[in-house]
């Protein structure tokens, strides 16, 4: 069940999530910030489940071809039932943590409710009509993930955010780099080299894009933040692709790609942290906190986050991980 919900990736919600309704500039809220979590967690869960639903046909056919090991529903591990009422449990855990919102918000959460809509109607696009259609397809899973944290911040602050806010370029920047990611894992299948590499340097451009940003226009001394974080990023990316042979498959690169969203998510949360403490807050306790975020805070996501790639996401596994290409 694990496996069909992709819950290793989980935390890539969770954290673009939690960074959109800390750099909201909203109050903190415990139980909203549960909520829009768990919303954010079950509108993922669908959107995973809904996929492996509607592609049994073709991913029997990818395992039965060598291009990719067999998914949950192909192998057994789970029945199609069961595969029936996790989606429908997905879908209603979102729409109860929707009616949460609202009755805690009152009509102050229409706008934010509205975009939510949006988050689960480009997860039915895409995956009722859009998966296979160039740019189209890419675009739909870059805003589901855009949309998902346009909604949290507005929720979280109660108003649109403007235009060149943290929280806006948050959202823009990131369904930028799942638009690129997606339409690298979409030559996945072919696996033509060049197309590979081609669509692999938009990720990297994409990658860049959030750090670029900041490193140019954010407030406070952040340029040498921000580009250690960039290329701290880069770096670890290197490292578990070239750790040892056989050299990762599209398919595991695609999953690498989608870890490292993660450090955009951080880049922005770090900016806001550097511009709330450092620039606005003269304050002893305040700048206490900032002393101690630039000590520890760095040095922890990378472990962290190097962790949970090693550990988590099964890197340190890779012969198991990625299946022989055919050629």
């Given at each position: 069940m694990l496996r069909f919900l992709r819950v290793k990736l989980l935390p890539t919600v969770l954290m673009n999530v939690l960074v959109a309704t800390l750099i909201s500039g909203g109050l903190w809220d415990p139980a909203l910030t549960s909520l829009l979590l768990i919303q954010g967690a079950c509108l993922y869960f669908f959107g995973m489940a809904l996929n492996d639903r509607l592609d049994v046909?073709?991913?029997r056919e990818n395992a039965a071809n060598g291009l990719q090991p067999p998914r949950?529903?192909?192998?057994g591990e789970i029945s199609l039932k069961t595969a029936d009422r996790l989606i429908a449990l997905s879908?209603?855990?979102?729409?109860?943590?929707?009616?949460?919102?609202y009755l805690m918000k009152g009509e102050?959460?229409?706008?934010?409710?509205?975009?939510?809509?949006?988050?689960?109607?480009?997860?039915?696009?895409?995956?009722?009509?859009?998966?296979?259609?160039?740019?189209?397809?890419?675009?739909?899973?870059?805003?589901?993930?855009?949309?998902?944290?346009?909604s949290s911040s507005?929720?979280?602050?109660?108003s649109i955010p403007e235009w060149h806010s943290l929280a806006t370029l948050h959202a823009v920047t990131m369904t930028i780099y799942i638009f690129a990611v997606t339409h690298f894992s979409m030559e996945e299948e072919r696996s033509h080299p060049t197309a590979l590499k081609v669509r692999k340097a938009g990720v990297s451009v994409a990658f860049a894009l959030p750090f670029l940003y900041t490193y140019l226009f954010g407030k406070g001394d952040l340029a040498p933040t921000v580009l250690a974080l960039y290329l701290h990023g880069v770096?670890?990316?290197?490292?578990?692709?070239?750790?040892?042979?056989?050299?990762?498959?599209?398919?595991?690169?695609t999953f690498l790609f989608l870890s490292l969203m993660t450090w955009i998510d951080f880049n922005f949360l770090w900016s806001w942290a550097c511009e709330h403490f450092f620039t606005?807050?003269?304050?002893?306790?305040?700048?206490s906190m900032a002393?101690?975020?630039?000590?520890?805070?760095?040095?922890?996501?990378?472990?962290?986050?190097?962790?949970?790639?090693?550990?988590?996401?099964?890197?340190?596994?890779?012969?198991?991980?990625?299946?022989?290409?055919?050629?």
């Amino acid at each position: 069940m694990l496996r069909f919900l992709r819950v290793k990736l989980l935390p890539t919600v969770l954290m673009n999530v939690l960074v959109a309704t800390l750099i909201s500039g909203g109050l903190w809220d415990p139980a909203l910030t549960s909520l829009l979590l768990i919303q954010g967690a079950c509108l993922y869960f669908f959107g995973m489940a809904l996929n492996d639903r509607l592609d049994v046909k073709k991913d029997r056919e990818n395992a039965a071809n060598g291009l990719q090991p067999p998914r949950p529903l192909i192998s057994g591990e789970i029945s199609l039932k069961t595969a029936d009422r996790l989606i429908a449990l997905s879908l209603l855990g979102a729409m109860v943590m929707a009616a949460g919102i609202y009755l805690m918000k009152g009509e102050a959460a229409g706008e934010g409710l509205l975009f939510s809509a949006g988050t689960l109607g480009c997860i039915l696009l895409y995956n009722c009509a859009f998966k296979f259609v160039p740019f189209l397809g890419p675009l739909c899973m870059g805003l589901v993930r855009g949309m998902l944290i346009f909604s949290s911040s507005i929720l979280y602050s109660g108003s649109i955010p403007e235009w060149h806010s943290l929280a806006t370029l948050h959202a823009v920047t990131m369904t930028i780099y799942i638009f690129a990611v997606t339409h690298f894992s979409m030559e996945e299948e072919r696996s033509h080299p060049t197309a590979l590499k081609v669509r692999k340097a938009g990720v990297s451009v994409a990658f860049a894009l959030p750090f670029l940003y900041t490193y140019l226009f954010g407030k406070g001394d952040l340029a040498p933040t921000v580009l250690a974080l960039y290329l701290h990023g880069v770096l670890f990316s290197f490292l578990l692709q070239v750790k040892k042979t056989p050299p990762l498959s599209p398919q595991r690169t695609t999953f690498l790609f989608l870890s490292l969203m993660t450090w955009i998510d951080f880049n922005f949360l770090w900016s806001w942290a550097c511009e709330h403490f450092f620039t606005e807050s003269p304050h002893q306790v305040q700048s206490s906190m900032a002393d101690t975020l630039s000590i520890a805070g760095l040095p922890l996501w990378f472990i962290l986050w190097f962790l949970w790639a090693i550990f988590g996401l099964g890197f340190r596994d890779r012969t198991l991980q990625s299946p022989p290409q055919n050629s």
